[in-house]
C-alpha cells in the first residue's frame, strides 16, 4: 500500500485540510493525518490533540482508511522532529499490516511555516506540493477562522461548527464565545 502524509496543527481542521486529504486520496495514497503541537495549549493553539484528533475524525468519516496520528513539537531540534515525525508515520503504517510500498509526504507551502532559518518545514520531508486547495478558491487559514469563527464557518467541514459550538458552551475552548 501507499500512504500519503500530512502534517498540520489543524486548529481547526477546515475545508483547505479536507481537500489536501482529497487529494492525497485521489492519488492512490492512505492518508497518514500527522497532527502536530500536540500537547500545546494557547491563543495559537486552542484546541487539545484529543479535540483536534475528534474534529479531523468526524469529517473525514467517509476516508475510512484515514489514520489520525499526533507528534509533539521539539522547537530545540528540527531535526529531533523531523526524526519523530518519520518513524511516528511509518509505526502507523506498519499497524495496518499491509505492505507498505511507499510513504510520501504531502502539503501546502505557506510562508507563515518557515522555521529562524527561511527553510520550510516540507523540504526536510521531500513533500509534494498539494493543489486542491488553490484548484477550488479555499485561500483561508486556521488564523482566519480562529479569528472569525461565526464570520468563517463556510469554511469548515463536517459537524466541526456544531461540535466546536458544543465544546464552547461547556468551557472546554476558551477563545469563542458563544453568549
Partial sequence: MKFGVLIGRFQPFHKGHYLMVKEIVDKGYIPIIVVGSCGELGEKNP?????????????????????????KDYPESDSLWVKVVKQTALEAALLTKEPIEEIKFFGVRKDIDRNRFGRHYLDWFEAEELTYPQKEGVTISATDIRKDFEGNKEFLVGNTYEL???????GIVEWYNVG
Avoid: C, H, P, Y
Wanted: glycine share 4%; hydrophobic share 55%; no cysteine.
Fill in 47 to 71: 484546541f487539545s490533540t484529543g479535540l483536534r484528533m475528534t474534529l479531523i475524525s468526524d469529517a473525514l468519516a467517509l476516508e475510512k482508511n484515514a489514520i489520525i496520528i499526533s507528534v
Fill in 164 to 170: 466546536i459550538k458544543q465544546w464552547a458552551e461547556f
